[in-house]
């Protein structure tokens, strides 16, 4: 649960997600290897029903509900060009038409649904691959209304945190690089960075679709040719980071997404899992989303308020927005807070740590762990 900062006490505790060092440490590779003796369920929260026909109609001035029946009953009412009958219920976007004429109703939109699923490496974020390599959207529950979007991508090798929701609005504001929502990664490349070439990539390096820069790079040791690093980025085009250390002549050999946003990795959520985040912490990312929209109500129909304005060196990013007098350029990389390394907390782990209790409580009885695990190699 990410938490305000005049909150701190609230926020969860940093060893339930996955962190750089459990990467750097191996402590990553090696849960995935123990059995977890409680699984997380494998269908999506309920939601309210939607309203029934006659309901809406009387509710639309059409008449009576008994009238509304009535008039179902003779077929004269259709939903979606199909004839309606006794009891059907009707979704946001349903066209319903009574003696053939169109009908204006108000149903509310279905809330926005998010969930965090474990990408492994091998699959692809598509639909449909020509190549019929394993998808992502074929370990996704399937939603009644609506589809999975995906938010951004990750490519075949690439691995970790990858969002879903059903709401298109949702998806393009977390991806929109005007929002600036960091996505850290720990990358694993062949032979060390020096100096040079960490001020190159933090400055900005040119690459065939623009010039990207890394928010912040910080090392994390390795063993022989392997160096792992910590960075992160407010974009992300194709490929972006590996094509970014390509650029100074460095091979990514390994590459995991373990933060969106103030959305972390979830301890525990193994390759291949999906979890659903539930209203609290769906209303957290939303909030996150606006605080960032808020901070860029200096820029409306296209004017820039030049007093609220302070820019980079030319050829590093997009201007940093601040309120003066007492605005200071930040540093390069510190755009956005850390939630990893402060007191805002994070998103995911509340709602993992509540699936998990309440899969505990009906297995045990409401006795169990929440969590529990048990060293006996892993689930086949």
């Not at 449909?128 to 996704?140: E, I, M, Y």
């Not at 200096?298 to 004017?303: L, R, V």
Request: net charge positive.
């Amino acid at each position: 649960m990410t938490t305000s900062s005049d909150n701190p006490q609230s926020v969860s505790p940093i060893s339930d997600a996955i962190r750089f060092e459990d990467v750097v440490s191996g402590q990553f590779d090696v849960e995935e290897s123990i059995d977890i003796a409680i699984p997380l369920k494998r269908v999506l929260l309920p939601q309210p029903e939607s309203p029934k026909l006659h309901k809406v109609l009387a509710q639309a001035g059409m008449g009576s509900r008994l009238e509304m029946e009535q008039l179902i009953i003779e077929g004269r009412i259709t939903v979606n060009n199909e004839p309606a009958h006794i009891g059907q219920r009707v979704q946001f976007g349903d066209h319903v038409k009574v003696n053939g004429k169109p009908i204006r109703f108000r149903i509310d939109p279905p809330p926005a649904r998010v969930i965090a699923y474990h990408k492994p490496a091998g699959e692809v974020v598509t639909h449909d691959d020509p190549q019929n390599r394993p998808t992502v959207f074929r370990k996704l529950p399937k939603l009644f209304q609506g589809k999975w979007q995906s938010v951004g991508r990750l490519d075949l090798n690439t691995e970790g945190l990858l969002l879903f929701t059903s709401s298109g609005e949702l998806a393009n504001n977390l991806m929109h690089p005007r929002f600036g929502l960091q996505r850290e990664y720990a990358v694993r490349v062949l032979g060390g960075l020096n100096p040079d070439e960490k001020q190159r990539l933090l400055s900005g390096v040119q690459l065939g679709d623009g010039i990207a820069q890394f928010g912040s790079i910080e090392d994390g040791g390795g063993e022989g040719s392997n160096c792992w690093y910590r960075v992160t980025i407010s974009e992300g085009r194709n490929r972006e980071v590996r094509r970014m250390f390509e650029a100074v002549g460095h091979a990514v050999s390994r590459l995991i997404r373990i933060r969106y946003g103030a959305m972390v990795l979830p301890r525990g959520l193994r390759r291949g899992s999906w979890m659903e985040l539930d209203a609290t912490d769906i209303g957290l990312l939303m909030r996150a989303v606006n605080d960032r929209s808020v901070r860029e109500g200096d820029i409306q129909d296209g004017d820039v308020k030049k007093e609220n304005v302070i820019r980079r060196p030319r050829n590093t990013g997009i201007p940093i927005r601040g309120k003066r007098p007492n605005a200071r350029p930040a540093s390069l990389g510190q755009a956005q807070p850390d939630p990893m390394k402060t007191s805002l907390g994070y998103i995911g782990v509340d709602s993992f740590s509540r699936q998990r209790e309440e899969a505990g409580k009906k297995r045990g009885g409401g006795s169990g762990s929440s969590g529990g695990r048990r060293m006996s190699g892993r689930n086949r």
